[in-house]
């Protein structure tokens, strides 16, 4: 495996790419190192994007429900809430 | 990255969102989903205060009511139809597998298409943190939502607002 040292935007060496990606992988409760130990930069970049779906969907199921409970319901009081 | 889980960024976002929502119910009789869901996108990109490339870009973005309207460049199409040759060496596999999956990352978070690889992965993790905590500040809302429908509304202080 040939390691580019290139200053294109695009190309990044491999050690670069792995410091990210551990970094990416402690942001993944199902990744923790400390059980999975080395995981692939794809593996873990496949995971990062399942993530992000999966929150940017339950973000979508939030705003549905929310969006019901606004039509039917008054908001005052909730600020003694927060 | 560390500032979404402090408890004072989750009450930054939910008193905003809360402010936002209470407006925009004032404007229109209902708000669907997909607006309420801009919404609350928007109120996260102004909480980040411009400091990431994704909460500019969401800022940056027109208001859509409908399917989203994209301007191409240049045709997207070919790029896709060169990828997909077969590639004869074995190791060359490697390589765009990787690639790929950062492509896919780089459509997943706003404004980083073309980025470059350290920087959409700061983005990256930003933007998971922000997720996470709009979920937390979403997620507790319906919930009070939900048990001010359980109690009696005249429970509340304050009048009852006007329908």
Redesign the interface.
């Known amino acids: 495996?040939s390691s580019q040292r290139s200053t294109s935007?695009?190309k990044?060496t491999d050690d670069?790419?792995n410091a990210?990606?551990l970094?990416?992988q402690t942001?993944l409760p199902q990744l923790d190192q400390s059980r999975h130990g080395r995981v692939s930069?794809?593996k873990v970049?496949?995971e990062?994007?399942s993530?992000?779906?999966r929150?940017?969907k339950?973000?979508?199921g939030?705003?549905?429900?929310?969006?019901q409970?606004?039509?039917?319901?008054?908001?005052?009081?909730?600020?003694?809430?927060? | 990255m560390k500032r979404w889980r402090t408890k004072r960024e989750h009450?930054i976002y939910?008193?905003k969102l809360?402010q936002a929502?209470?407006r925009s119910?004032r404007t229109s009789s209902?708000?669907?989903?997909?607006?309420?869901?801009q919404t609350?996108?928007r109120v996260l990109a102004i909480t980040a205060k411009g400091t990431t490339r994704w909460s500019r870009a969401i800022l940056a973005a027109p208001l859509t009511a409908g399917t989203n309207m994209k301007k191409h460049k240049k045709a997207k199409v070919t790029v896709h139809t060169r990828l997909r040759k077969p590639v004869v060496n074995r190791?060359k596999k490697?390589l765009p597998?990787?690639e790929r999956?950062?492509k896919?990352?780089r459509r997943?978070?706003p404004g980083c298409r073309k980025?470059?690889?350290?920087n959409l992965?700061e983005e990256?993790?930003d933007?998971?943190?922000a997720?996470?905590m709009?979920?937390r500040a979403?997620?507790a809302?319906?919930e009070?939502?939900?048990r001010?429908?359980a109690q009696a509304?005249t429970d509340?202080?304050?009048?009852?607002?006007n329908?």
């Open positions: 495996m935007s695009n990044i670069e790419l990210l990606i970094r990416l942001l930069a794809a970049l496949n990062i994007c993530y992000i779906r929150l940017q339950e973000v979508d939030l705003s549905g429900r929310l969006s409970c606004l039509d039917s319901m008054d908001l005052t009081g909730f600020d003694a809430e927060i | 009450q939910s008193s809360f929502l209470c119910r209902s708000t669907s989903a997909k607006e309420l869901h609350a996108d190791e490697k597998v990787v999956k950062l896919a990352l997943l978070v980025l470059s690889c350290n992965l990256t993790s933007y998971i943190a997720l996470e709009q979920v979403m997620t809302i319906t009070f939502r939900a001010g429908e509304p509340r202080l304050g009048s009852i607002g329908m």
